[in-house]
């Protein structure tokens, strides 16, 4: 069985993700390149499966299968936030990159303070909290998620559930206007 260290299994991640990962031996009683051993031997490729065996079998608690399920499965994924932007913004989404581009280079103008953060299929804008989040919702349109608590909704800004309050729908390069960025301001100022 594999026992390298976690470090040499894991693609850049964020601090929460790194901090499991690192309290993996002295809560699980594995390293992360351990638990890969496992799953590699079980033959599961599904990730709820996954999570179900390493509770079942191990007696895993939920969040650490779910974060080595995660882990595992991710391996070979794009390994930079280039990376990640790369292919959210390729083939047919490829038209929608200006728009992104112009978004995060105004918000990025709000202060030192703001945390670009490229998951899988989205990529989260933060201060000291998530205020917004950007994602190519279709080949046509960014959708931007916006955490703007008692904002009344308008024909523009729809009303959303979730972790953003409301969204945004962008299709053009005239739509990253003032208004849209005064939005993200007041969600940057309240994060």
């Given at each position: ?11 850049a ?141 308008t ?37």
């Amino acid at each position: 069985m594999d026992t390298a260290p976690a470090a040499s299994y894991t693609r850049a991640v964020d601090a929460a993700t790194q901090s499991m990962i690192d309290n993996l031996p002295k809560s699980t009683g594995k390293s992360l390149g351990e638990w890969y051993g496992i799953l590699s031997d079980s033959g599961l490729e599904k990730h709820g499966e996954m999570v179900a065996y390493l509770k079942r079998e191990h007696g895993v608690t939920h969040g650490y299968a779910n974060g080595i399920a995660l882990q595992y499965r991710s391996r070979g994924a794009a390994t930079s936030d280039d990376d990640l932007i790369e292919a959210q913004y390729a083939g047919p989404k490829a038209a929608l990159r200006p728009l992104y581009d112009a978004v995060v280079s105004a918000v990025r103008a709000f202060g030192d303070d703001v945390e670009v953060s490229p998951k899988k299929a989205s990529v989260s804008l933060r201060r000291s909290k998530q205020f917004a989040l950007v994602e190519p919702a279709s080949a046509k349109r960014l959708q931007l998620g916006i955490n703007l608590n008692g904002a009344v909704p308008t024909d523009r800004l729809k009303a959303a559930t979730g972790m953003c309050t409301h969204k945004v729908s962008v299709t053009t390069i005239d739509e990253v206007d003032a208004e849209l960025l005064e939005w993200l301001r007041q969600a940057y100022a309240a994060a």
